[in-house]
């Protein structure tokens, strides 16, 4: 496969314009099964201690391209109406000439209704590191950039969210990352201005799951993300659940990316699931990128809390 470089010199374009670069949170093709990263209400819900984990490789064959990989565990607290779990974003891009990692802890508070329902409401605290290398970025052009490089600079953060839920239907409305900050500003008016800074995204993500017969599930889901400075972004899918084990379907972002999914249900507690994605974007042809691709794996690693628990589809 050939490499094509042309992300890092675009990023150095991006970062050497003076004025301001609204950042947003990680995307993934495969949200509904990785709940917790854009909702912390989530926690707890699936009834049992569960392990998710989800690397994406976006624009595979471009130099530099963006990497994302997140893990998170979370569970209810046996006889009380709470939820807790861990998670890790790491995002790099340029193979290391920016690396920005979020570690968070979460807590969910459930109300029961009848019928099923429950509404829960979330709480994420903790905060995330950039790292950004200089050096880098000066391959790619003439001229010296006087910038010290940024290690590890930790920013704290939190967020909130509300899940409602039942047995064949989902909503939630969350912002991830509340607080907005500003980086690497080398404040001289007479020089470049490196300033980039996090703008809070707002999330809202549904779906229903349809039986048509007695061993096929429908399920189509929606995610939006609003986030100041960038096009609202609107993500719909559309997938089967065959016999609870394998699940196959269709996702398209609006006037950004199709892409294609499946999984199979290993076990009734270990899950795996895959994603392609192609640009519907002039960055789409594969002159630039073979598309990007995610790998999913979901480990429900206690059943303490609820004596059946069949594969559920969200």
């Known amino acids: 496969m050939v490499k094509r470089n042309f992300l890092v010199p675009f990023l150095f374009l991006i970062l050497t314009v003076q004025g301001l670069v609204a950042q947003q949170d990680a995307q993934y093709t495969q949200y509904m099964y990785n709940t917790l990263s854009v909702n912390p209400a989530y926690a707890g ?3 049992q201690l569960t392990f998710a984990g989800l690397y994406r490789s976006q624009w595979i064959g471009l ?42 802890a979460v807590l969910s508070y459930t109300l029961e209704f009848a019928r099923g329902n429950k509404l829960s409401f979330g709480l994420k605290a903790g905060g995330n590191m950039l790292s950004l290398d200089f050096n880098g970025l000066r391959n790619f052009d003439q001229e010296v950039v ?5 290690d590890n600079q930790f920013n ?34 007479d020089s470049v201005n490196f300033l980039a800074a996090e703008r809070i995204n707002f999330y809202f993500i549904t779906g229903y799951v349809f039986d048509l017969n007695a061993d096929l599930k429908f399920k189509p889901a929606l995610l939006t993300k609003a986030v100041g400075g ?13 016999a609870e084990k394998f699940s196959f379907g269709a996702a398209y972002r609006l006037d950004a990316a199709v892409s294609a999914l499946a999984g199979f249900q290993i076990t009734d507690q270990i899950m795996l699931g895959l994603a ?20 999913f794996l979901r ?12 594969p559920r589809f969200f």
């Open 63 to 104: 130099d530099g391209a963006p990497e994302t990989f997140t893990i998170n565990l979370h569970s209810p607290i046996r006889n009380s109406r709470l939820g807790y779990g861990v998670s890790i974003v790491n995002d790099n891009i340029g193979d290391g000439v920016v690396q920005e990692t979020y570690l968070d």
């Open 299 to 310: 480990w429900e690693l206690l059943r303490a809390f609820q004596k059946t628990v069949s």
């Open 230 to 242: 960038a096009p609202l972004q609107v993500d719909l899918s559309a997938s089967f659940l065959y």
């Open 156 to 189: 704290p953060n939190f967020g909130l969210g509300l899940y409602f839920h039942n047995d064949r239907f989902y909503a939630g409305l969350s912002a991830p990352n509340i607080l907005e900050s500003e980086y690497f500003d080398n404040g001289d008016a």
């Open 276 to 295: 392609y994605d192609r640009e519907t974007t002039e960055l789409g042809g594969t002159q630039f990128n073979d598309g990007s691709f995610e790998i």
């Open 146 to 150: 006087q910038q010290d490089n940024i």
């Open 45 to 47: 819900s699936r009834g």
